[in-house]
Structure formats: C-alpha cells, structure tokens
C-alpha cells in the first residue's frame, strides 16, 4: 500500500487528486468540531457514553460529533440509509429499475432522488436527535421554537454538506467519497482508545496494584497480537473469491473470428460486504437503546428481566447477532446480484460454463454456488462481529469506544478498494500502448 501510494504521489494527476481528498477531509474533520448553539455538549457525552446501544454505533460512524452534537453530527447516516432505500425500491419499483438500467442518464436522475431523500432523511433524524437531546439527555439550553429552528437548520446543512463532499471526492478524488468519510470518522476513534488502554494502565499504576498490572500489560500485548492476525485475515478473506470458468464460443462477423477465449465469473466470498453486520448491529441494539429511556424499572418486573435478556451482557445477544447476520447476508445477496440476469447475459454473448447448459441450468448453478459462498461469508462475518464481544468477556474495557467488527471491515473495505484504484490508475499511465 505504501508503495503504492508513493507510486501514485510521483504522478502530477493523481497527486493533485490525493491531495484534494485530503483538503476534503480535513474540511470535514473541522466540521465535525463546529460546535451547534444551544447544545450542552457536557450533559450530551455524559448520556452517550453507554455502549452497546445504537447511539455508541451513530458515535463510532459520526468520529465522536454525535455525541458531542457538533454541525456533522448526523454523519453520512442519512445519505447511507438514502442509499439503501433507493437500492431496495428499485426492485419493488419498475420505474426505478428501468432507470437503474438506462445507462449514465439513469444514473444521474437515480443520484438526484437520492439527494432529495438524504435531505428528507436528514430532517426527520434531526428532529428526532433534537427530541433526544431536550428529553432524555437534557442537553438543550434553551427549548424555545427558534433554538429548535437552529439546532434542526444545522445538523440538516451538515449532512447536506456531508453529501456533497462525498460526492466531490468520488468525482475528483481518490476512492468512494463517503467510505473514505467513514475511514477517517473511524480513524479518528484510535486515539482515544489509545488514551483508554493508558488510562487503565495507569490507574493500576496508581494503586500500587503492581501484580495486575503486568497481567493487563500482558493481556493487551495478547489483544494487539491477536488484532494483528484478524486484520491479516480480514484483508486475505475480502480479496478471496470464487471463479467459475466461463468458455466463450467461436463465431465468425464477416472476415473476423470472435470468440474461443477463456475466462472467469469472479464470485466475492464477502459479496455483502458489511452490510448484514450493520443491519443485525442496529436490530439487535435496539433494545438497549430503549433501555435507556426508562432508567427506573424496578428490579424483576418483566420488562427489566426483557431489557437484561437482550443486554450484550446476555447469552442471547451474540447468538441473535448471528443468526441476523447470516438471514441478512442471504437477503443482501438476493438484492445485489441477479444470477438469472448474469445467466442470459452469458447466453447472450455467446458465453457458458463448461458442462452446464445455458441458460436456467446455468442460472441455478450460480445460484447453488453462490448459496455457499453467501454461508461461508456470513460465518465469517459472524466471526469478526463476534471478536469484540469475546474480549469483552474479559472484563477489560476500552472506555466509550467499541472497535468492532463494522469498524474492522469497513477500514480493510476502504484501504483494499483506494489500493486497488491507485493501481489500476496507474497502471493506466504506464501503459505504452500496442505500437511501441
């Protein structure tokens, strides 16, 4: 990666194209420190500092502003959420799908609706971030109409800015604008885990504890070890894939002869990408989340032995977590990839599998082995949500911030497309052509 990057930094285009992205994230990052009037930033950390629920989760994606309630507090959440919705109606919605389909046109009336739908999206999450902030964490100043106006204003315009700046760095920069906002929100988080684990260390320093104390050292060495070994794993099985063979028949156009080359079908073993983790992350959340809003149920009524049942304290959190995945990963998988539509494409081009007949033969063979595929993605996606929740057994804490497996794919997601882009880019720029 480093080498590629220094490859790239040589280059006068794709140097200025770094450097934008960087000039963007910088950008961001100073909005994400722009402090909101009327926000009691004090009493907002106080209330969001639980982990476990889903405002910890918006805290992790938004690099701390959510519970700060900065101008980005909202994050890229309504443009992601936006995102989802327009890739979800375009199958239910014919009209969509035919736009989806219509080439670069399509595609930009496509964006445009997604834009008016982040800024729908933006609206209702800020005025139920601002219910939140007058209500439960009593972080409101002053509860008049025209606070509310400016509080709603600027989170909305922060998540509108968000958006464009996502999209500039897509159009002029290096890698998808709004992971590489992801990436950085998520890189700003490892310093203060870092000052979390020297805190700990220190306050067993504190009490003389010096027998605990070389047993923490020794557990967190045994965590940045094991760390190390997920991240390789992580990056070996993101880039792992499948390869049916494809064979494309010989068919004569005139004088030419086209046709005879082999080929493959590349099948991604983590087709889904960190979609299903950040669906079941939300779903199984919930609870704890409601939790916090009713801090005063009595010891053993029902609903308090209900909110412990689903706690990540219990049992019952990771398996739920699992078994969401795995349904989540099927249903992502069934969305984003057609094998029928690939099948006739195949047939169409004059390609087919060897030893499978085109056409439904081969549409159900590509959905038999991508069946499996999706099962092996989803346990290894169970896998990596499930790490920090081991740790956490332990006992030992990294203070607000939970490093988990979202955060882990989404760094290796990021790092592993903008390494691939640079490479192809400059692959590009040293391609001499066909006559020298």
Same mark, same amino acid.
Request: hydrophobic share 50%; with cysteine; aromatic share 12%.
């Given at each position: ?30 909005g ?15 209330t ?12 992790i ?6 519970s ?62 601002y ?6 964490a009593d ?54 885990? /870092? =000052?979390?684990? $020297? !805190?700990?260390? &220190? #306050?067993? *320093? ?7 104390? @070389? ?40 004088r ?11 099948l991604k ?10 669906? /079941? =992350?939300?779903? $199984? !959340?919930?609870? &704890? #989340?409601? *939790? ?7 010891? @053993? ?50 390609g ?22 999706t ?62």
């Amino acid at each position: 990666m480093f080498k590629t990057l220094a490859t790239a930094w040589k280059l006068p285009d794709l140097r200025r194209k770094l450097l934008f992205t960087v000039m963007i994230l910088v950008l961001f990052r100073l909005g994400c420190v722009i402090q909101v009037p009327f926000i009691d930033t004090a009493a907002l950390q106080e209330t969001f500092g639980q982990s476990g629920t889903l405002f910890d989760y918006f805290n992790i994606l938004s690099g701390q502003a959510f519970s700060q309630g900065t101008l980005f507090a909202l994050s890229v959440s309504p443009y992601i959420t936006a995102s989802i919705v327009m890739q979800l109606l375009g199958i239910a919605i014919p009209a969509l799908e035919r736009l989806q389909k219509s080439g670069e046109e399509g595609q930009k009336k496509i964006n445009m609706i997604t834009r008016y739908v982040t800024v729908a999206l933006a609206l209702v999450t800020s005025y139920g971030y601002y219910l939140t902030l007058k209500n439960s964490a009593d972080a409101i100043t002053d509860d008049g109409f025209f606070p509310m106006l400016v509080i709603l204003s600027c989170h909305c315009a922060g998540a509108a800015i968000i958006m464009w700046m996502g999209e500039k760095i897509t159009e002029h920069g290096i890698g998808n604008g709004i992971s590489m906002i992801l990436f950085v929100n998520i890189v700003s988080s490892l310093p203060t885990m /870092a =000052s979390s684990f $020297v !805190s700990y260390v &220190s #306050t067993y *320093a504190q009490l003389g504890m010096s027998e605990n104390l @070389g047993y923490v050292i020794a557990i967190y060495a045994a965590m940045l070890v094991v760390a190390v070994g997920i991240v390789a794993f992580v990056v070996f099985f993101t880039e792992s894939e499948r390869r049916l063979p494809v064979q494309y028949a010989k068919r004569v156009v005139g004088r030419k002869m086209y046709g005879g080359q082999s080929t493959h079908l590349p099948l991604k073993m983590n087709m889904t990408g960190v979609m299903p983790i950040i669906f /079941a =992350s939300t779903i $199984v !959340s919930l609870p &704890s #989340t409601i *939790a916090m809003f009713f801090p005063n149920l009595e010891k @053993g009524s029902f609903w308090k032995g209900f909110f412990n049942f689903f706690s990540t304290s219990s049992w019952f959190y990771p398996v739920l977590m699992c078994v969401l995945i795995v349904a989540f990963a099927y249903f992502y998988q069934s969305i984003s990839f057609n094998p029928l539509e690939v099948a006739n494409n195949l047939k169409k081009n004059g390609g087919f599998i060897p030893g499978i007949r085109p056409g439904k033969p081969t549409s159900d063979f590509i959905k038999k082995s991508l069946n499996k595929i999706t099962l092996i993605g989803a346990f290894f996606l169970g896998v990596v949500a499930l790490i920090p929740m081991l740790v956490g057994l332990t006992g030992l804490s990294f203070g607000t911030v939970t490093f988990g497996g979202t955060s882990l794919l989404i760094l290796v997601g990021v790092i592993v497309e903008v390494r691939t882009q640079l490479e192809s880019q400059i692959t590009m720029r040293h391609f001499k052509g066909f006559l020298e």
